[in-house]
C-alpha cells in the first residue's frame, strides 16, 4: 500500500506518533512515523491535534492480531503498511485500536492491513489511535456529555449493595436474578445502573430474534465473531417485569427503563408479555419514561403497546439504503418497509422517536448514505440520532459493502454539521433520554 495524501487538505496542527503492538502484547508509540486512521475502504488521513481529542476516560486499547499497521511514512511521503517491528527485525508487528467511552462518535476507525484469510474481530468498535506530547489521543467526536455510563460513579460497593437490596425485596424475580448476572459478570452499565439506583434501567425479555445481525452481539448463529454475551434464556413474565421497572421508577427522578437490551433478542417479539407489564407500570404511575429499543421490524405489534402506555421508541439502523441494511441486518420474514412503517405510526401516535444509528466511517458519512439519510429526515421528523459506533470489524464491514462504497466519504464531522444546520430541531446524542429532560441539542 503506497497511497500519497492531499498535503492540501493537511491541517497544520501538530501530528501523532502511531502506537503499535509487539508480539508479546506490549504497546509503544512508532518513532519516525506518523499516526494515522482510516475513513473508508483504502481511505486514509494522517491523525493531528486538530483532528482527535484526548482519549476520554474508560476508553480502552486494543491490539489486532493477524493484521498490520498503517502508518504515514513523512521521507517518501506516503501510507506504508508496516510489516515487521523495526526495533526486533523478524518479529511482527501489530496496530492498535481504540475501544472508545461511550458519548464519543468515531471519526476514523484504525489503520491497517489484514493477513491473507483473516478472521474478522470480535464485537468491538475499532478507533483511530496516536500519541501525542500530552498523551493518547483518539479520532472520535463527543456528542453526549451525560455520565450515564461513567465507570467512576459506579463503585462496585454500591452495585452489591443494591444487589442485596433487590434480593431482599424481589427474591423469586428472575429478571432480576438475570439482571444481577449481568452487572457482577459482564459489568454491563445499565444494570449498574438499576442496583445503584440512577438514569436508565435495562428489562430484558426476549429470547429470539427475526434477525440474522453481522454483529449480534448475543448470538453467535450466523454471526461472524463470537458474541460478547449470553442471551437471556427465558421470558420474564409480566410481573417480574413490571416489579423490576416500579422499583427503579419509584427510585430514580427523570428515570427511564428500557426493552431490547444487548442480552436480548427482539423485543417486539416478546410483545405479549410486554404489552400487560406496561400496563401494570401505569396502573401503578404515570412517572417514568418506558422505552423500547427495537429493530422495529413488526409494525403490527407496536401499536398495543403504545396504546398500553410506551413512550419512546428507539429504532436500530445501520443504513438508510435498502440493500445495505439488508445485507448487515439480514431479516427474517420482515421488510426495511416495516422499519419505516412503524417509524411513520409511531410520529402519528406523537411518541418519540430515536435513530439507533449504527455508524462506521466510510459508510456512514459516505455520500449514497447521506442523501438517503436526508431523504428519510425531510419525510419522517425523528427526535434523536443516538450516534453509536457500530461493533464490527470495519474493513471485514466494508468488505461486505465493498460495491455500495463507491466515493469516499464527507467525513464524520461534516456529517454532523450538515445535519445540525440542516436539521435544527433534530437532537444528537448517545443515550435514551426521559420524558421529563429531553436529549440536548
Excluded at 126 to 142: D, E, K, L
Aim: proline share 8%; glycine share 6%; charged share 20%.
Amino acid at each position: 500500500m503506497n497511497n500519497s495524501p492531499n498535503k492540501n487538505n493537511m491541517p497544520k496542527t501538530t501530528q501523532l506518533l502511531p502506537l503499535v503492538a509487539d508480539e508479546t502484547g506490549q504497546i509503544f508509540e512508532l518513532e519516525g512515523y506518523k499516526a494515522a486512521g482510516c475513513c473508508g475502504p483504502d481511505d486514509f488521513d494522517i491523525l493531528t491535534t486538530k483532528n482527535t481529542t484526548a482519549m476520554p476516560y474508560g476508553s480502552e486499547l486494543m491490539f489486532l492480531p493477524d493484521r498490520s499497521p498503517i502508518v504515514y511514512n513523512p521521507e517518501s511521503d506516503a501510507f506504508e503498511t508496516i510489516l515487521e517491528n523495526p526495533y526486533e527485525p523478524g518479529t511482527c508487528l501489530f496496530p492498535v485500536a481504540v475501544f472508545c467511552s461511550p458519548g464519543y462518535v468515531l471519526s476514523k476507525v484504525g489503520a491497517y492491513l489484514p493477513d491473507k484469510d483473516y478472521q474478522p474481530l470480535p464485537l468491538f468498535s475499532y478507533g483511530a489511535v496516536g500519541w501525542g506530547q500530552n498523551g493518547f489521543r483518539v479520532a472520535a467526536i463527543q456528542v453526549d456529555w451525560e455520565p450515564r455510563q461513567d465507570l467512576r460513579q459506579m463503585p462496585i460497593s454500591k452495585i452489591r449493595s443494591g444487589v442485596k437490596r433487590f434480593q431482599q425485596i424481589l427474591p423469586k424475580n428472575r429478571l432480576r436474578k438475570h439482571l444481577e448476572h449481568c452487572a457482577l459478570v459482564y459489568g454491563c452499565p445499565a444494570a449498574k445502573n438499576l442496583f445503584i439506583g440512577r438514569y436508565e434501567a435495562p428489562l430484558p425479555t426476549s429470547t429470539t430474534c427475526n434477525a440474522r445481525c453481522l454483529g449480534c452481539l448475543s448470538s453467535a448463529n450466523n454471526c461472524a465473531s463470537r458474541c460478547s454475551q449470553e442471551r437471556i434464556t427465558f421470558t420474564p413474565s409480566a410481573d417480574e417485569i413490571s416489579e423490576i421497572a416500579l422499583q427503579h421508577i419509584q427510585k430514580v427522578k427523570h428515570s427511564v427503563v428500557s426493552f431490547g437490551q444487548g442480552c436480548e433478542g427482539e423485543p417486539l417479539l416478546a410483545s405479549h408479555v410486554i404489552e400487560p407489564a406496561i400496563r401494570k407500570i401505569r396502573q401503578k404511575t404515570d412517572a417514568g419514561t418506558i422505552n423500547l429499543n427495537t429493530n422495529a421490524s413488526r409494525p403490527d405489534l407496536l401499536k398495543p403497546l403504545f396504546h398500553a402506555g410506551l413512550d419512546s421508541m428507539r429504532v436500530s439502523i445501520n443504513s438508510f439504503q435498502k440493500e445495505a441494511y439488508l445485507r448487515y441486518f439480514r431479516p427474517v420474514n420482515y421488510a426495511f418497509e416495516d422499519v419505516i412503517k412503524s417509524i411513520e405510526i409511531a410520529l402519528s401516535l406523537d411518541k418519540y422517536v430515536s435513530l439507533n444509528y449504527l455508524n462506521c466511517p466510510g459508510v456512514t458519512d459516505s455520500p449514497n448514505e447521506v442523501q438517503a439519510l436526508e431523504n428519510f429526515l425531510k419525510q419522517y421528523p425523528i427526535h434523536l440520532i443516538q450516534w453509536r459506533n457500530l461493533n464490527i470489524d470495519p474493513m471485514w464491514y466494508y468488505s461486505q459493502l465493498s460495491d455500495l462504497l463507491i466515493d469516499p466519504g464527507i467525513g464524520m464531522e461534516n456529517l454532523l454539521n450538515r445535519l445540525a444546520n440542516n436539521y435544527p430541531n433534530l437532537r444528537f446524542g448517545y443515550f435514551n433520554p426521559s420524558k421529563e429532560k429531553p436529549a440536548h441539542a
